[in-house]
């Protein structure tokens, strides 16, 4: 997998207010880019536009993958995501979440992935059970888990290691290692200086908008 990131004059107003303005960046395979900047600064409304989930007031977002541009409409499909807005269903374990993610994306996993992916994340010995009964820092391995499980083509961490205890942080670590080598192209949003330095370069967003 080849691909490239490409983001021109991007741009989102609401009600009056420049919440993101101007922003340009370049990626391509295997390539971390640090999104940092205070609360408020648009860090989250940046990775959802990214992301295909948000129309940009202005500006463009281009993906290519092995020299093709992919239309805008499926840019979605090649991603995966975690971020705190983002819920999981509690009803489900593990294994079931990625299988459902699987589907949802018209793929199938076999069963030896799902739980070579649970085990990255170190959640291997709760597989089988229900998501309602993990802790918070649990729930965020799972949904690293989801996000990582069809090896997208771009992975977008919005915040992801804030409930994650030390483990966890280095699991986070394996994850955006192992997404680097497959060619991935990650986007890390965070304020944490210890996943700073797992970017390749950083965008500084800021209030002066």
Not at 100 to 114: I, K, Y
Not at 132 to 145: C, I, P, T, V
Request: aromatic share 4%.
């Amino acid at each position: 997998m080849t691909a490239s990131l490409l983001v021109k004059g991007l741009c989102k107003r609401y009600v009056g207010r420049w919440v993101v303005r101007d922003v340009e960046l370049s990626a391509m395979s295997g390539d971390v880019v640090g999104i940092v900047g205070n609360n408020g600064s648009g860090k989250s409304t940046l990775v959802k536009m990214i992301a295909g989930v948000l129309r940009p007031t202005r500006g463009t977002v281009t993906l290519t993958l092995n020299n093709s541009v992919v239309p805008p409409a499926d840019v979605p499909q090649l991603c995966g995501m975690v971020a705190p807005y983002l819920q999981i269903y509690d009803e489900f374990t593990p294994v079931e979440l990625l299988h459902l993610h699987a589907q949802l994306h018209g793929r199938t996993l076999e069963a030896s992935h799902v739980y070579s992916i649970l085990g990255r994340v170190g959640l291997d010995h709760v597989a089988s059970q229900s998501v309602r009964s993990f802790s918070s820092g649990m729930r965020q391995r799972a949904s690293l888990a989801i996000a990582v499980s069809l090896s997208p083509t771009l992975l977008l961490l919005d915040e992801p290691g804030v409930t994650l205890d030390e483990p966890g942080r280095l699991a986070l670590q394996e994850c955006i290692a192992s997404a680097r080598n497959s060619g991935s192209i990650v986007i890390l949003a965070t304020n944490d200086e210890r996943e700073r330095h797992l970017c390749d370069h950083v965008v500084r967003m800021t209030d002066d908008r």
